[in-house]
């Protein structure tokens, strides 16, 4: 039983949101805005609390391991700090909360997305070596889209940018595609298996 | 059913971190939540891993941006230690919140990757900017990288950074692959039969369009 309902619950609910989703009614769009924005909200309001609760505990009991200490400090002090600031300061636009923000948290995450122009640079050079026909068919086509976006392109040869667009417009958006149509297929066949109860993988044990 | 190199070589995998006596490490992504179908997959895909590390008695870290997932997460890998009669190995720790935002999950999973030493990573599900930061960093500390997503955009620096790629709809065929569970198969079959329609529909339209047949140029 403990299987049974949440099963039932999930089938009951999918099929009548995938009914409601298709139907003009102004009652089915009001169904589906509640379910999927309320409730949805207040599921992961509760959930946001069990992972930090989670992470609060995760990482108190390796701090008394003694494993990786400072990143384990580093990471509780980040997460209460934030909402100390916000609820002894506020929020507004001059509070410490807004500065914490702007000036830490911003510039950290710009940190850490910055590193991809350098793993970009570390994956190509491994990617584009020449040793198969495929990965030479991915080097050529790399160099034509990298030359077309500079200047050099149109220097070299006036139609340079033309034949770039056609590699993406052509063999690329239609291998893409193919793989889109895939990808949507196997999305209808996986939700289809989870509302008739095939696959039940997501429910976990029965005790 | 085809073989899937990628989905062939998680023996192999969980194999060689039991022989290193390092961890796996399981991500689902960034880019998805509970509701998403290729979450779903991907959960279903951690349910035979989990049982395979149980079995290796190897440890499982699975770090994940959405609490949701972190729940139903910690019950699949729970159901799946006791399916293989390892229930009390069983570490909910292991199976953890990090962050909500893009670039603080990116780090967090960088940053245990880094000090783990995971022997063996797998990046399945949807995923955006992260994956070549992950994916470099697992390439880094030599670890085997079996990477599969829905996005079709990162596609492509899973298929330079690791070492088996499982591209769009390999992931959702993954459960069957894994499971051999009949009817599983069977909706893997209706998804080729409808991709063969598919194409028959496309090559059709192609042709009704360049022949034009309204037109009736045919007649003279």
């Not at chain 1, 403990?2 to 989703?21: E, H, K």
């Not at chain 2, 022997?119 to 030599?142: H, K, P, Q, Y």
């Not at chain 2, 085997?144 to 769009?168: E, H, K, N, P, R």
């Amino acid at each position: 039983m403990r299987r049974r309902f949440p099963q039932i619950v999930c089938g009951l609910f999918g099929f009548t949101l995938f009914a409601v989703y298709f139907s003009g009614h102004p009652i089915a769009g009001a169904i589906n805005e509640t379910v999927l924005r309320g409730y949805w909200q207040i599921i992961f309001a509760f959930a946001l609390l069990v992972g930090v609760v989670s992470f609060a505990r995760f990482n108190l009991g390796a701090i008394a391991r003694g494993s990786d200490r400072p990143y384990r400090i580093a990471s509780l002090v980040g997460l209460f700090s934030m909402p100390f600031l916000a609820l002894v300061w506020g929020i507004k636009g001059d509070s410490p909360f807004i500065w914490v923000f702007d000036y830490v948290q911003v510039p950290m995450q710009s940190t850490v997305f910055a590193l991809l122009a350098f793993f970009v640079a570390s994956a190509s050079l491994r990617g584009f070596r020449a040793r198969s026909v495929p990965a030479t068919v991915l080097l050529v086509s790399a160099l034509l889209t990298l030359i077309s976006r500079s200047d050099l392109g149109d220097v070299l040869f006036a139609e340079f940018s033309d034949v770039a667009e056609w590699v993406r417009d052509a063999p690329s958006m239609a291998a893409r595609r193919a793989i889109l149509i895939g990808i949507g297929l196997g999305s209808l066949t996986t939700s289809l298996r989870v509302l008739l109860g095939l696959e039940r993988t997501w429910l976990g044990s029965d005790s | 059913m085809r073989e899937i190199a990628g989905l062939k070589a998680v023996e192999e995998a969980v194999g060689r971190a039991t022989e290193m006596a390092r961890p796996v490490l399981y991500t689902p992504g960034w880019g998805g939540d509970i509701q998403r179908p290729t979450t779903i997959a991907s959960l279903n895909i951690l349910s035979h891993i989990a049982e395979k590390t149980a079995q290796y008695d190897c440890r499982l870290v699975f770090p994940t941006h959405d609490p949701v997932i972190m729940a139903v997460a910690q019950e699949v890998v729970r159901e799946s230690y006791a399916r293989a009669g390892q229930g009390d190995r069983f570490s909910e720790d292991d199976i953890c919140y990090v962050s909500s935002s893009q670039f603080g999950y990116a780090a967090a999973v960088e940053g245990m990757i880094t000090r783990l030493k995971p022997a063996s990573i797998f990046l399945l599900g949807t995923f955006e900017a992260e994956s070549l930061i992950l994916a470099e960093v697992g390439n880094t500390v030599g670890a085997i990288q079996i990477a599969g997503t829905d996005s079709t955009i990162q596609l492509a620096f899973f298929i330079v950074a690791c070492d088996y790629t499982l591209i769009g709809e390999e992931v959702f065929a993954a459960s069957g692959y894994l499971s051999q569970d009949a009817s599983i198969l069977a909706s893997v079959r209706a998804q080729d039969v409808l991709k063969i329609l598919i194409a028959i529909f496309l090559v059709g339209a192609i042709l009704w369009a360049t022949i034009d047949p309204t037109s009736g140029w045919w007649r003279f």
